[in-house]
């Protein structure tokens, strides 16, 4: 069975700062792992994923995740946080050969100017 | 350009009021999910199809049923609506087979109050 536990619920950062997501996996097989933007009453948003290969992923809007398998962790980073970047992340797994998917629970970033 | 599309965007049903969510896909992928996602959670899964193959979640209630009809359309069934049920349903798809996986493109949902 996989899981994902994501570190806080609600991450406040400074227009500028850095941002940083935690993302816990387990997996009994090796897992892909995804990060997903969702914003108010819109579906889910890739935003990046890790399939095995590199494991520092550039996702899109200049969020970048690193795949570290001694840690277990999938963290989601951005050096610079933009006012636009207000919305709510989730985390997932999906291991390999399966077909679903499973989230966590999601963490609201907000964004003070 | 390539989406999944989700119809109606707000709906509004009675309670008991059997109610049919629809999602459509210009992207060719086989596979198509039902998640159930309320307030501040993790979106659920309801069920899935591979294909025309029907994949029902183990506590999935028998009250939500779903039709995919063609390889482009899938439809959530609500038979009887309950107070319970009002959430975000999102439908999404993706490539099947056990290769590299590209994740999911989600619709952008349909949000379900019921009164």
């Known amino acids: 069975a996989q899981s994902v536990t994501q570190l806080g619920s609600h991450v406040s950062v400074s227009e500028g700062a850095l941002v940083l997501l935690r993302c816990n996996y387990s997996?009994?097989?090796?897992?892909?792992l995804f990060w997903y933007v969702q914003y108010p009453n819109q579906g889910l948003q890739l935003l990046l994923k890790?399939?095995?290969?590199?494991?520092l992923v550039k996702g899109i809007n200049g969020f970048e995740a690193e795949f570290k398998k001694s840690e277990t962790s999938f963290h989601l980073t951005k050096p610079s946080a933009h006012m636009s970047d207000a919305a709510e992340y989730f985390c997932a797994v999906k291991p390999g050969g399966y077909q679903k998917v499973t989230f966590g629970t999601g963490t609201k970033l907000q964004v003070i100017p | 350009d390539a989406m999944v599309i989700q119809n109606p965007r707000y709906q509004v049903t009675q309670f008991g009021k059997p109610v049919t969510l629809s999602c459509s896909q210009t992207l060719n992928h086989n596979v198509m999910y039902w998640y159930q996602q309320k307030s501040s959670q993790a979106p659920k899964l309801l069920f899935h199809y591979y294909d025309k193959d029907f994949n029902n979640e183990a506590d999935t209630p028998d009250n939500f049923q779903s039709r995919r009809p063609n390889t482009s359309f899938c439809f959530l069934d609500i038979r009887s609506p309950g107070l319970g049920d009002a959430a975000m349903y999102l439908c999404?798809?993706?490539?099947?087979?056990?290769?590299?996986?590209?994740?999911?493109?989600f619709g952008s949902g349909t949000r379900l109050t019921v009164v």
């Open positions: 997996s009994s097989v090796p897992p892909y």
């Open positions: 999404a798809t993706s490539r099947g087979g056990t290769g590299a996986d590209y994740g999911y493109t």
């Open positions: 890790y399939t095995s290969a590199a494991t």
